[in-house]
């Protein structure tokens, strides 16, 4: 069965440090997987997408996730956090290129001063 | 970028009212539009999917009466919300599939509204 995890519910880093929120999936197929953000009272923002290309895919504002097969893993990461950055943070996956998605949990990150 | 317009931003409105929602992209066609449900501090729950000219497809457990979707082209969906509750207040986000190119393209999202019931 499809599905994905995000295993920490609530991440919380100081400014100025990396960010790690963790994504797993579970697919009988090679999936496309997604990162999204969605502050306060907003709808999804893109982040990143990989599709089957480069297993480090480069987003916006600073973040890349790798996708790692043998780990069923696509966690998201960035050098150093900003307080812009605070929001819920999405992983979602899906078997048909985008058509379809199966929404991880979601991890919300806080970013102290 | 793909732009997705969703209106109203925020509704309150009494017991018994009738909402409608409005879903548009601006800048592409799209033949898919989604809608979905998001309770406080949950992830995205689909509710429908919306297809030009048809009939929406409905998740289990999602009253097609209750949450009505019309598609009429290829740029606007509409979900109404009728005879609304307390209990249907929450959040409420459309997305829109570019038309034949989702391999580069996934769902493109609106900024959600807010429906309250009073």
């Known amino acids: 069965a499809q599905s994905v995890t995000q295993l920490d519910s609530h991440v919380s880093v100081s400014e100025g440090t990396p960010v790690l929120l963790r994504c797993n999936y579970s697919?009988?197929?090679?999936?496309?997987l997604f990162w999204y953000v969605q502050h306060p009272n907003k709808g999804l923002q893109l982040l990143l997408k990989?599709?089957?290309?480069?297993?480090l895919v480069k987003g916006i504002n600073g973040f890349e996730a790798e996708f790692k097969k043998s780990e069923t893993s696509f966690h998201l990461t960035k050098p150093s956090a900003h307080m812009s950055d605070a929001a819920e943070y999405f992983c979602?996956?899906?078997?048909?290129?985008?058509?379809?998605?199966?929404f991880g949990p979601g991890t919300r990150l806080s970013v102290l001063p | 970028g793909a732009v997705v317009s969703q209106h109203p931003s925020r509704v309150i409105c009494k017991s018994g009212t009738s909402v409608k929602i409005e879903c548009r992209s601006l800048?592409?066609?799209?033949?898919?539009m989604f809608w979905y449900r998001q309770f406080p501090k949950q992830s995205l729950m689909l509710m429908a999917t919306?297809?030009?000219?048809?009939?929406?497809?409905?998740e289990q457990g999602v009253e097609k009466d209750k949450f009505l979707i019309n598609h009429a082209s290829l740029t606007l969906s509409t979900l109404t919300v009728t005879s609304a509750h307390p209990e249907d207040s929450s959040f409420y986000i459309c997305?829109?599939?570019?038309?034949?190119?989702?391999?580069?393209?996934?769902?493109?999202f609106g900024d959600g509204t807010r429906l309250s019931i009073l």
């Open positions: 919306s297809n030009e000219g048809s009939k929406a497809t409905y």
């Open positions: 800048d592409f066609q799209a033949t898919t």
């Open positions: 997305s829109a599939l570019p038309l034949g190119g989702f391999r580069n393209q996934p769902q493109h």
């Open positions: 697919s009988s197929y090679s999936p496309s």
């Open positions: 990989y599709t089957s290309a480069a297993t």
């Open positions: 979602v996956m899906s078997e048909d290129y985008g058509q379809n998605f199966v």
